[in-house]
């Protein structure tokens, strides 16, 4: 496992057993730290060369909407060009916050992304399933 530099609100590691970057949001964050720490998470994906996420963002609320738009509609969308191949994120939300994303058009857009788009999303609120829908996209060679 290795782990990288990350300010408070953050823990970012990659986890080479799985082939996962395990990133957790550990506080409530503002709109620069939302961003920030997904520029961080892209770093360190290009590190390991990992397009394999699992965003652990229990703890912290929804973002405001020119956050949720800026993620969805610029950030997401360019990251197969950064990484270089198709990314796969495994959102863990709380039940709340999934219950408030649910039904929001936005998300449903982003859940129905293919590999032209460059990234793959889906949202859960158990990380056992989070995990799973993970591995799967790994193919064959993670079971």
Not at 54 to 61: E, N
């Amino acid at each position: 496992m290795r782990t990288f530099a990350a300010p408070d609100y953050l823990s970012l590691q990659f986890r080479s057993d799985l082939n996962f970057l395990v990133t957790r949001w550990l506080r409530p964050v503002s709109d620069a730290e939302t961003r920030a720490g997904y520029r961080l998470i892209l770093a360190a994906a290009r590190e390991c060369n990992c397009p394999f996420w699992l965003l652990d963002v229990r703890r912290r609320p929804p973002a405001e909407p020119a956050t949720t738009r800026w993620g969805l509609q610029e950030f997401f969308p360019q990251l197969g060009a950064a990484l270089g191949q198709t990314v796969y994120m495994s959102q863990l939300l709380s039940p709340t916050y999934q219950a408030q994303t649910d039904n929001e058009l936005a998300f449903q857009q982003a859940e129905q992304q293919g590999p032209a788009q460059g990234y793959h999303m889906r949202r859960f609120n158990d990380e056992t399933k989070a995990v799973n829908w993970l591995r799967q996209q790994q193919g064959p060679a993670a079971g």
